[in-house]
């Protein structure tokens, strides 16, 4: 029965990924033989504010080395906005820049972040058009739109909750999700990102929003786990998340 070690590169306030990562695992244990450990290394940051993601992501590097000591077989970068705030494109020379510090350190790990598992799970659903719920302010949310632009994937609408401390994005109720996502412009929509941060919990509404919308519903951490799957070359599912880990799409 293998066991994969998954790392990851948390900001210091977030309480989520460490949560959802792990419970999304868990329901494929209960499915299927292969068994997972969760280790983390976390960069500061409290607010939600470019300036704060910036002086975080300098700090990606330092973790990606410490986590790779624990000989990791896969590390995801947990921190989506951080990265889109970054610049266009820039998920990749993240992956790639954190990939090379495992290398030098002897123990080479593919690298996932957030911000690129989210556009390969769009894509892997075939969704050029989406409607997205998210925790951030104005600004930092029109990033996020602008980003998946750039990736051609167009938001046809979003919702900017404003939520600035990092700690009240992670006590958002994930039961109001459902009618947030409804509210917006979604009719011709592909898909719906119920929640495009790592930090705002989702993935107990992902399946009732899909039942209410009748499209695929996704979120920053359900395309994370699907990614960390496919970089260790494992088919990507697990029960109750929704249609890209539902097994239609465990091969892609």
């Not at 494992?234 to 091969?251: H, I, M, N, T, V």
Request: hydrophobic share 45%; proline share 6%.
């Amino acid at each position: 029965m293998p066991t994969y070690r998954i790392g990851q590169i948390v900001p210091s306030s977030n309480v989520t990924m460490e949560t959802e990562v792990p419970a999304l695992l868990r329901a494929r244990e209960a499915v299927a033989p292969e068994r997972f450990t969760f280790h983390s290394s976390r960069m500061r940051m409290t607010r939600v504010t470019p300036e704060q993601l910036r002086a975080m992501d300098g700090e990606s590097d330092r973790c990606a080395t410490e986590l790779s000591d624990a000989r990791m077989d896969v590390i995801g970068y947990a921190c989506l906005v951080a990265v889109m705030a970054t610049g266009p494109g820039y998920h990749r020379e993240a992956e790639r820049r954190l990939h090379l510090r495992t290398v030098e350190n002897g123990a080479p790990a593919p690298v996932v972040t957030s911000a690129g598992a989210l556009v390969a799970g769009l894509r892997t659903l075939g969704a050029r058009k989406v409607a997205m719920v998210t925790p951030y302010l104005r600004p930092l949310a029109r990033t996020v739109v602008d980003y998946l632009a750039e990736e051609g994937i167009e938001v046809l609408d979003h919702a900017a909750l404003e939520i600035a401390d990092n700690l009240d994005v992670a006590a958002h109720d994930p039961a109001r999700l459902p009618a947030i996502a409804r509210n917006l412009a979604h009719a011709d929509a592909d898909a719906v990102v119920l929640s495009a941060c790592v930090q705002m919990p989702s993935l107990s509404a992902v399946e009732e929003a899909e039942r209410q919308l009748g499209k695929p519903v996704v979120s920053a951490a359900i395309c994370t786990a699907h990614q960390l799957l496919r970089a260790l070359g494992l088919p990507a599912f697990a029960p109750g998340a929704g249609q890209l880990l539902s097994g239609a799409y465990a091969e892609v």
